[in-house]
């Protein structure tokens, strides 16, 4: 009998085990490569969690964002908003993060502390993150929150601004307060990507007053149910830091080293863009099929993004039109016909899921060298 418990005992223990790694295993992990001197890394800065507006506890988010392999996440609670405070009072607006960092302190994940200044507009949402107490921020007039969370070090980014709810034309509008707030230096990034949404007036803002370019899921339910089910990853900020660690995700972010990512849409500065997209794919063979003048080159694409790209160079494909997408993690044979042998080629792509301005692509190349 004895013998008996030991077995049932080991095998209790094998599906505790197996149950706990299930919880932070995804079939869609998200993966992007470094770029040169920096790490990428995974962010989303903008969440929600019954300590505001949302559905789910804190140590939901940081179960998603495991399953997606992120590496950083924020809970950025409503300050003012608060529609679940009759069954969840709770004075200290630091609650949601200190149950999110507890639940993390066994993983590779990071917590961000944050939180959001809502207010109508002009004023709008906000999210004040890198802070270090929540609870002064709530403040009555929105001037002292910016002071407050810019006073405790705070990164500020604007939330949707081109959320028809507050701006019915579905197009950000730059207010007088904003513009005050930059020329402060109390705002520093703007989304550009928020849930669904992509504006490309909000990334002509961030060229123009030097915001840093923002992507962020703002979920409020399960990133599974509005999501994933939908054949949809959660849109995402890509940081390019020194190292993985919360003060060179910091300076990354008021230096403006992103690229907001969104299922095939990349959106970012050129700097960034362009060296991310040209690690995103590796040449696996450059040779040309025997006796002809038709060069094959194999393309993989390493990252969880699909890449939609063009023809940009003189020389036509083969069998392919001009406009061909390489999906995340697979492989893409081009034929490209030289019209005589050559020994080097410049692959040129444009980039037509990626932005660099708006409707404004790049151009990406590789050199290639035929045999390798």
Do not use: C
Request: glycine content about 4%.
């Amino acid at each position: 009998m004895k013998n008996n418990y030991s077995v049932l005992f080991f095998l209790f223990s094998l599906f505790l085990v197996s149950g706990q790694e299930h919880t932070h295993r995804s079939s869609r992990p998200l993966t992007f490569p470094d770029i040169p001197n920096y790490k990428t890394v995974k962010t989303d800065l903008h969440m929600h969690t019954v300590f505001s507006d949302g559905n789910v506890w804190p140590n939901i988010r940081v179960q998603e964002a495991l399953r997606d392999n992120l590496d950083v996440i924020s809970l950025t609670e409503h300050l003012e908003y608060q529609p679940h405070s009759e069954d969840i009072p709770h004075p200290d607006r630091n609650r949601s993060y200190e149950i999110a960092l507890q639940e993390a302190k066994d993983h590779d994940l990071l917590i961000v502390h944050g939180s959001e200044i809502t207010r109508s507009a002009p004023m709008g949402h906000n999210n004040a993150v890198f802070i270090e107490d929540a609870n002064p921020i709530l403040q009555e007039k929105a001037e002292n929150a910016f002071k407050e969370a810019n006073k405790q070090g705070a990164y500020v980014f604007w939330n949707h601004p081109a959320w028809y709810a507050q701006s019915p034309k579905g197009t950000p509008i730059m207010s007088n307060f904003q513009k005050s707030l930059v020329e402060k230096g109390q705002l520093h990034g703007i989304e550009v990507i928020n849930s669904l949404d992509y504006a490309e007036e909000s990334l002509a803002l961030a060229l123009e007053y030097n915001l840093t370019i923002m992507g962020t899921s703002d979920v409020h339910g399960l990133i599974d149910w509005d999501y994933t089910e939908k054949g949809n990853h959660r849109p995402i900020t890509l940081v390019f830091a020194k190292e993985k660690s919360l003060p060179s995700i910091k300076e990354a972010l008021f230096e403006g080293r992103t690229v907001a990512v969104y299922n095939d849409l990349l959106v970012g500065r050129d700097t960034y863009l362009v060296p991310l997209i040209q690690k995103s794919i590796k040449v696996n063979s450059v040779k040309y099929i025997e006796d002809t003048q038709v060069l094959e080159v194999v393309l993989e694409n390493l990252s969880s993004s699909d890449l939609i790209l063009e023809n940009a160079m003189k020389y036509s494909f083969y069998s392919k039109p001009a406009i061909f997408t390489i999906k995340a993690g697979t492989s893409e044979t081009l034929r490209i016909k030289t019209l005589e042998s050559i020994e080097q080629l410049t692959l040129e792509l444009k980039a037509l899921g990626a932005y660099i301005a708006p409707r404004t692509n790049p151009i990406i190349s590789w050199a290639l060298r035929v045999g390798q």
